[in-house]
């Protein structure tokens, strides 16, 4: 088997949709594995500008075979919207959705709604997309609607009727007043336009890889927001590390050749939980500003820090990563000087070069940062011997810290603007 996987390292937005459309060019089936429209990849082709949240990325290029995997959560209306948007550009390419995924109802978008409001100051932070509410209808099993169940008119308005019924009283607790015949109305439209594209794909992504077809599989979110290894519980409701890659799709992990862990040059996040190297300075109002720092989703504003190589490293680690794709190098330029945090203070005076899975301790941590020479302002050319001294040098001690090498470096947001190494 022929299996990459791309990664993010980071508490996402790490510029995964960049990186996997240019891997995608020598792919010939790309697919999401987990998450749903919580997700937001952007890939910049000359002027234009597009932006996903449950197709692969990997499908802007021509020809490919895309695939939206079993353990994806998938809001109908999105996918309708994406998908028309897809198929007006007609480069050849095509889409399929997994019978296993599962399907975002009207209510999990309210509960996810209310769940926020009553948590006040301690909320999570959710896209408010309805992602945790669906996940956890997953793993009820009984209040669950998958893609099989739209294969077919009946069986779906059946399954909705009985999982309505199954949550009346939750709905009058929270307030949840659509009748059964009003969200038939909406969906039935939507369920008649996606049910041709209903596959059984882990057999179908099984026998692609064993006739020798490349397979890319794309994450989403990052490691550090995994429900089982990020700061919990400031994190998703799915595994974006490797495991997630495996159960999302039924390729077993003896046929991947290659893990591409993509992090940013510096770090950011958007909501709550703990972010060691958030700067509260010109200096982190500067990364905002020049890095274009706001969700792909939500709009919201992202905080901005040094890069951290104590989260870094662990990602790597837990992840089996054999290669880096840096992302957002350019925004750095212009900058006097460049910290990377190597090492944490605890509040007993200890240091630690490890990332600590107790959240309430990692929120308690004092990065010990390692300084560097920054370079000018000037564009950065995507060419590695064209880059400014400081800048490769800069590269050359993420890899030393990080323990693998940088493979690709993103001068700029375009698909050009890639440097191979």
């Known amino acids: 088997m022929a299996v990459s996987v791309v990664l993010g390292l980071q508490w996402g937005d790490e510029g995964k949709g960049k990186i996997v459309d240019y891997y995608s060019a020598s792919a010939d089936v790309v697919v999401r594995a987990t998450g749903g429209n919580n997700a937001g990849h952007t890939v910049v082709i000359g002027d234009k500008t597009y932006k996903l949240h449950l197709l692969p990325s990997g499908l802007f290029q021509d020809n490919k075979t895309g695939v939206l995997g079993n353990g994806m959560v998938i809001d ?64 009820n099993r009984s209040s669950a609607i998958r893609f099989y169940d739209l294969t077919s008119g009946e069986r779906f308005e059946k399954k909705v009727q009985e999982v309505y019924n199954l949550l009346k009283p939750r709905f009058e607790q929270t307030g949840f007043t659509l009748s059964v015949a009003q969200i038939l109305a909406e969906l039935e439209p939507l369920r008649e336009k996606l049910a041709p594209f209903v596959i059984d794909s882990t057999n179908f992504l099984l026998n692609c890889a064993e006739s020798g ?80 720092e706001f969700g792909t989703t939500t709009g919201r504003k992202r905080d901005c820090g040094w890069l951290d190589v104590v989260a870094l490293r662990y990602a790597v680690k837990i992840n089996g990563v054999s290669e880096l794709a840096l992302t957002k190098l350019d925004v750095l330029g212009g900058l006097e000087k460049i910290k990377v945090a190597t090492s944490y203070a605890l ?37 590695w011997e064209k880059l400014p001294v400081n800048a490769r040098s800069y590269v050359g001690e993420i890899e030393k810290l990080a323990g693998v090498p940088v493979k690709l470096v993103s001068v700029g947001p375009e698909r050009t603007q890639t440097i191979a190494l």
């Open 213 to 292: 077809k490349e397979i890319l599989i794309e994450g989403a979110q990052g490691a550090l927001l995994d429900f089982d290894h990020g700061t919990f519980p400031f994190v998703t409701s799915s595994n974006p590390t490797i495991g997630g890659a495996f159960t999302g799709t039924g390729l077993p992990h003896s046929g991947v050749e290659k893990v591409i862990g993509v992090t940013k040059a510096y770090t950011t996040r958007v909501g709550s939980g703990p972010f060691p190297t958030k700067l509260i300075d010109a200096d982190g109002d500067y990364l905002q500003s020049k890095g274009a």
């Open 76 to 139: 109908l209306q999105v996918l309708c919207k994406e998908l028309a948007e897809f198929e007006a550009r007609s480069n050849g390419s095509k889409v399929f959705i997994s019978g296993k995924a599962h399907v975002i109802m009207p209510w999990h978008k309210h509960f996810d709604a209310a769940g926020e409001t009553a948590s006040g100051i301690k909320k999570i932070g959710t896209t408010g997309r309805g992602i945790g509410p669906c996940y956890e209808a997953k793993a």
């Open 347 to 383: 509040p007993n005076g200890s240091v630690t070069s490890d990332f600590p899975e107790d959240t309430a301790v990692l929120a308690g941590v004092e990065p010990v940062y390692a300084e560097f020479n920054g370079w000018g302002n000037e564009s950065l050319l995507p060419e």
